[in-house]
């Protein structure tokens, strides 16, 4: 049954106005007219006034069609914003996890570490600070290339001010197997370390990327 109408239909059947029902059921005329048009339903005791001043039995229905478009619409709005919020989730971690691939490989941190097992920091002024005769580890994480997958990681050393290559020293090399992205290497700090550290990527198509460069020397020099 259509309450709305079925409201209107026994009002004007009785010749009652909107005006006069509402005050026979001491509501606003407004209410009267919500429940016509279908906008609002009244309440259980509201139907029961209506069902005794009217002479008609009206049944409760669960919600207008307007109410149950605002409900549909208010659920949709919620299903959005939660799978707007799995995507941006899923999307936060998928780039942490390195996807997708560059287009060509990338070192992805460097990271040192002393004999204690502690990480070692960036000065203020922008060098790694090591005890001179020490033994450090060195991590390095890296990511292949869409195309191109790293088979070897180099470490250099070159003199403070300058790039040539023939000054440069090779501290360790390490293949890559298992599919691993990262590698360790132990390396042997001098009594004198004042130079240029350097991580190149080898790749099997024979390209080489030099992809990280950071300032190293030994606390004895700095101080």
Known sequence: MDLGKAIREGRERLGMSQEALA??????????SKWEMGTSVPSPENQRALSEVLTVDFQA???S???RWKRLTLAAGFLCL????VLVWILSNARQDGWPPPAEPQVTGVYFYDEDGQEISKSDFGWYLFS???TVTVAVTFQDGRECSVEQ???FLYPTGTGVAEERQQLGVRRIRD?????????EIPAWLYSHFEVQLEC?????????RCNVIDRDSAF
């Open 23 to 32: 005050e026979r059921l001491s509501v606003s005329r407004q209410a009267v």
């Open 61 to 63: 229905e669960p919600a």
């Open 65 to 67: 069609p307007l109410r």
């Open 82 to 85: 939660a799978l707007l919020a």
């Open 132 to 134: 001179p005769n020490s």
């Open 153 to 155: 990681v180099v470490l």
């Open 179 to 187: 599919g691993r992205t990262f590698v360790l290497f132990r390396w």
């Open 204 to 212: 099997g198509d024979g390209q080489t990327i030099s992809a990280f």
